[in-house]
């Protein structure tokens, strides 16, 4: 393993240069006080990651039975690179900067992580390099960039304060779980669940959204509960499993869900498209969505009454609403935005003509 302590002590001094570069850059536009408050808060991150790195050298490998890596590979890399990019965006928290143009490098930052979340894993099966090591990572650093970005967006009060429950559902989650092991008792394992992890897939690109800084706030904070319901409820019922309370191997919880899966496909999916609709033609009729391209507006229309990538109809339906003005905030824009994100989230269900966006979201990139 001194291969790879060595590797990721470069990567650590590598990391360092960049952000004393970048620091020294700050204080040029904004001076030494507010640049030094940058990097001590992306160096304390920035630590974080390499520490968290460090201690999971000894997983890089396949499995655990499997011989260890000799390098961290490409996809790791990636990994440690999004971990950075968090890093660097955590500078940014409690600061308020004079040249408004910094404002959009929070939000650069964060999307590029974003990107890399699954760029990742695509080059981690393309290069046959799956490691026990960035499976954990990825969880890491998928839960900090949930913590550090809220936070940024909160600061920007492009969120509502409840969306930080998403932050910390997370962190309750795993420490509920290491005091049940102090306790003595069984965490149960939870089953592989696609519903899971496009939930949490979403919640990046959500934040990664709202904090580029042409999209209203009014409208963001909005959309904050309705994406994060679903995920909350996907934490009550995850701790349920591993707890003991809800037993999947049973015949009756699993039918229940499987029953619930079914219902969803049938019948809520499609009435959310009728909703989406109907809220549509509301809007329409009072006259909010005057001003923006009339093209956007049918077919994101079109691609959710037919079912054909309906998903990306009601991202960019998302797209427009967000550049609405604050007095368009009305029960018709609100059941049009929380339609909208619920379609993008779960996808078009029964009727639909094509379902390549529901494929794209829940396969696994590169896989054979």
Excluded at 253 to 258: E, L, Q, W
Excluded at 317 to 344: G, N
């Amino acid at each position: 393993m001194p291969e790879l302590t060595r590797e990721l002590r470069i990567i650590g001094l590598l990391g360092a240069a960049v952000l004393l570069a970048v620091c020294i850059a700050f204080a040029a536009l904004e001076g030494w006080p507010l640049a030094l408050q940058w990097l001590g808060l992306s160096a304390l991150l920035w630590g974080l990651v390499w520490q968290q790195t460090s201690r999971r050298l000894g997983d890089n490998r396949a499995s655990a039975d499997a011989a260890l890596y000799p390098g961290l590979g490409w996809a790791n890399r990636l990994t440690i690179v999004r971990g950075f990019l968090i890093a660097l965006c955590a500078g940014f928290l409690w600061q308020d900067f004079y040249h408004t143009v910094l404002l959009w490098l929070p939000a650069l930052l964060y999307s590029i992580a974003a990107i890399l979340d699954r760029v990742d894993g695509y080059v981690a099966r393309k290069t046959q390099h799956t490691s026990e090591m960035g499976n954990a990572l990825d969880n890491v650093f998928d839960a900090l960039g949930l913590l550090v970005a809220p936070l940024l967006a909160l600061n920007l009060a492009k969120i509502h304060w409840a969306y930080l429950l998403v932050s910390g559902a997370y962190y309750a989650f795993h420490l509920g779980m290491r005091w049940r092991t102090r306790k003595g008792l069984t965490n149960h394992s939870l089953t592989p669940n696609l519903l899971r992890r496009t939930l949490a897939g979403f919640q990046m690109g959500y934040i990664a959204v709202v904090l580029w800084p042409p999209f209203d706030a009014q409208i963001t904070r909005l959309a904050g509960f309705a994406f994060m319901l679903p995920i909350l409820i996907g934490f009550v019922v995850d701790w349920c499993v591993v707890s003991a309370r809800l037993d999947m191997h049973k015949d009756r919880p699993r039918r229940f869900f499987d029953a619930l899966a079914t219902h969803s496909v049938n019948y809520a999916q499609p009435c959310l498209r009728l909703l989406f609709l109907l809220a549509l033609a509301a809007m329409v009729a009072q006259g909010l969505w005057q001003g923006l391209p009339l093209l956007g507006q049918l077919l994101a229309a079109g691609l959710v009454l037919f079912g054909v990538g309906a998903r990306l109809g009601a991202l960019l339906a998302l797209i427009l609403i967000a550049l609405l003005p604050p007095e368009s905030v009305t029960t018709a824009s609100t059941v049009f935005l929380f339609s909208a994100i619920w379609i993008m989230l779960l996808g078009s269900g029964r009727f639909s003509l094509w379902h390549g966006d529901d494929h794209w979201v829940e396969r696994h990139d590169g896989a054979s």
